[in-house]
């Protein structure tokens, strides 16, 4: 559909991101660049398409309440335009509720069997005609369920949340409720978070939050924000950004330490270290897919960090011929990415058995790390997710096989001997976790 419209490409990208199971983000991106789209239209059909992907579970309750066919019987084009319609209807307040039945119907009788049109149509007026009984329906619905349907997370996910940290509801507000922000991570280097901040437009709501960080609007393309092709940030949540603030000149007592960035892509951690160092360092990143390593050479070299090389290794296994060599490992290992949903709404429907094989994946990158590091160097462990299995148990596993390790205080918030989880209704940053671990001398 080359003449598409906001509406249309949400619909198109929505299915395309199901049917090849891709991160919406990259479906988002190859919408825009295919279609054009000026600013107005770019920013509906952004909201649409991310919107919907946050309130997919949402949204298919209300299409099961009010359809006597089953969600699942349902044609998935069918579906992603039911689900547009609705969170047009239901979240998005200055689009009249006919525009959005009408131009939903429309899309059935060009996208789909014309005899799915009046199914569709009769559908999104009922919910139309009934807004403020459902929504008060979904806001009284019990127990972890109505969390589930609430807050639009799989419900194992709030079990989860409620047995590891007792506090699932208010987990899910911060993540679900709060408008998230893009945040960046200034370069230092060359300037100050204030003086940043001072260059760009008031449209964007830049505010500085720390010494290092900013944020600004999330609808802003960052190549195009002021100072990008300057190399003065990159994008780095706050909470990344405190983990990374381990690595730092006081903790060395050698001019020029050396780091190895056992998972590094895309290279935030890495980019931070150096900045830290005062790019003062050796830091070795790697990762096991070496075209993306291109990632972490193309931002040091934006940066301006000359400390920064790149090579292909499997955290696994490692590279041993920095063993033995490292001043500190940074091992940022892959995750369940559950507290990064504000930013990332389709990992929240990740499956449960796919995260369950995690901590043993973790554990191996873990223990291959420790590998790198001298007698009194250390280890940051750290993951973007909120899961006792792949932070806390995955480090005591660790240390209950290497008794030449110990957990030594970060000073971070929530810190817990050595142990520190960023609570998002707490911190208000992405929810996180890490751990410094030291080899004794």
């Excluded at 060009?110 to 329906?137: H, M, S, T, W």
């Excluded at 949903?341 to 990992?347: G, M, N, R, Y």
């Amino acid at each position: 559909m080359n003449n598409a419209t906001p509406r249309s490409a949400a619909v198109l990208s929505l299915n395309a991101s199901l049917k090849n199971g891709k991160f919406v983000n990259l479906e988002l991106d190859s919408a825009i660049k295919k279609y054009g789209f000026e600013d107005k239209d770019k920013t509906f059909f952004t909201r649409l398409l991310y919107g919907t992907v946050e309130k997919k579970l949402t949204l298919e309750y209300i299409v099961q309440k009010l359809s006597s066919t089953p969600v699942s019987k349902i044609q998935p084009l069918v579906m992603c335009i039911l689900e547009t319609g609705l969170y047009q209807i239901f979240y998005m307040d200055r689009v009249p509720d006919s525009a959005a039945c009408n131009e939903s119907t429309e899309l059935v009788k060009q996208l789909c069997p014309k005899a799915y049109a009046g199914f569709v149509n009769a559908l999104l007026r009922n919910a139309a005609r009934n807004k403020d009984e459902i929504l008060k329906e979904i806001e009284n619905l019990p127990g972890t369920f109505g969390l589930s349907v609430r807050y639009s997370v799989p419900e194992w996910t709030v079990k989860l949340w409620q047995k590891d940290y007792g506090c699932a509801e208010k987990i899910l507000d911060a993540l679900c409720t709060e408008v998230p922000h893009l945040t960046l991570r200034v370069n230092t280097m060359k300037i100050s978070a204030d003086e940043l901040c001072t260059h760009f437009d008031k449209s964007l709501r830049a505010a500085v939050t720390s010494q290092s960080n900013i944020t600004v609007s999330s609808s802003a393309s960052v190549k195009e924000l002021y100072g990008y092709n300057e190399g003065l940030f990159f994008v780095q949540d706050t909470a990344s950004t405190l983990v990374s603030s381990l690595i730092n000149r006081d903790v060395f007592k050698t001019q020029k330490p050396i780091i190895a960035d056992t998972c590094s892509c895309p290279g935030g951690k890495s980019f931070s270290a150096a900045i830290n160092l005062g790019d003062e360092c050796e830091i070795h990143s790697y990762d096991l897919h070496a075209n993306r390593l291109k990632l972490v050479s193309d931002g040091a070299k934006r940066l301006g960090l000359k400390s920064i090389s790149v090579k292909a290794a499997d955290g696994r296994t490692g590279d041993p011929e920095l063993f033995g060599k490292a001043d500190a490992a940074i091992c940022d290992v892959p995750c369940s990415g559950l507290g990064v949903i504000a930013k990332k709404p389709d990992i929240r429907y990740k499956d449960l058995s796919d995260i369950e094989r995690l901590p043993e994946v973790q554990l191996a990158i873990l223990k291959t790390s420790a590998n790198y590091v001298k007698r009194g160097g250390f280890i940051v462990y750290s993951t973007c997710t909120l899961r006792n299995a792949e932070n806390n148990d995955v480090v005591n596993a660790f240390l209950s096989e290497n008794g030449d390790f110990e957990l030594c205080p970060t000073g971070l918030p929530g810190d817990k001997d050595g142990m520190c989880t960023f609570l998002p209704h707490k911190t208000h940053t992405d929810g996180f976790f890490a751990a410094k671990l030291v080899k004794k001398a």
